[in-house]
T-cell receptor
Framework: NAGVTQTPKFQVLKTGQSMTLQCAQDMNHEYMSWYRQDPGMGLRLIHYSVGAGITDQGEVPNGYNVSRSTTEDFPLRLLSAAPSQTSVYFC???????????FGPGTRLTVT | RKEVEQDPGPFNVPEGATVAFNCTYSNSASQSFFWYRQDCRKEPKLLMSVYSSGNEDGRFTAQLNRASQYISLLIRDSKLSDSATYLCVVNRLGSARQLTFGSGTQLTVLP
């Protein structure tokens, strides 16, 4: 199993550009989520999904969209990038009823 | 007040030392507690869950004090490989799987 994979690993965007961060898992986990990690602030939940076709907002959803058309994939879209979205983004997944979340390797995004 | 607060770091300790990290959480209804480990520029990984009765995994001991809303992690006989950032994690109110992360405590074990 590859576990949780994320692409790209690094990305530089200009203000106003849009892009999609990809996340996939091959563990058949129902629950998937996106976090951002900024220095001194810990990981903060952006959006999450409890299954295909179901998504909901986390703590910091503004400026981001998600969709969950399959169990495996959970892409995160930045609609119009802003410098405040410079961060490290982690995707995570877990089984139904389990609390351990498995994280992908992260995407380091810089918005100039 | 942050939902999860951790000891300020960094902690620099010699090999073989015992080191303890503390964490407090603000939501008294929280039910699940964890310690995650994050190596530099890597993803977080679960180190251990924290149970009400306290639990031990080799050199690592985790304890929970619900009355004081306090979680601790004790590392005995520190190894160089223990150098990492340790994240205190608590479930969010109303959801078993929405986790709230502390900002982390950095540990460096020195030879």
């Amino acid at each position: 199993n590859a576990g949780v994979t994320q692409t790209p690993k690094f990305q530089v965007l200009k203000t106003g550009q849009s892009m999609t961060l990809q996340c996939a898992q091959d563990m058949n986990h129902e629950y998937m989520s996106w976090y951002r990690q900024d220095p001194g602030m810990g990981l903060r939940l952006i959006h999450y999904s409890v299954g295909a076709g179901i998504t909901d907002q986390g703590e910091v959803p503004n400026g981001y969209n998600v969709s969950r058309s399959t169990t495996e994939d959970f892409p995160l879209r930045l609609l119009s990038a802003a410098p405040s979205q410079t961060s490290v983004y982690f995707c995570a997944s877990s089984r139904q009823g389990a609390h351990e979340q498995y994280f992908g390797p992260g995407t380091r995004l810089t918005v100039t | 007040r942050k939902e999860v607060e951790q000891d300020p770091g960094p902690f620099n300790v010699p090999e073989g030392a015992t080191v303890a990290f503390n964490c407090t959480y603000s939501n008294s209804a929280s039910q699940s507690f964890f310690w995650y480990r994050q190596d530099c520029r890597k993803e977080p990984k679960l180190l251990m869950s924290v149970y009400s009765s306290g639990n031990e995994d080799g050199r690592f001991t985790a304890q929970l004090n619900r009355a004081s809303q306090y979680i601790s992690l004790l590392i005995r006989d520190s190894k160089l490989s223990d150098s990492a950032t340790y994240l205190c994690v608590v479930n969010r109110l109303g959801s078993a799987r929405q986790l709230t992360f502390g900002s982390g405590t950095q540990l460096t074990v020195l030879p």
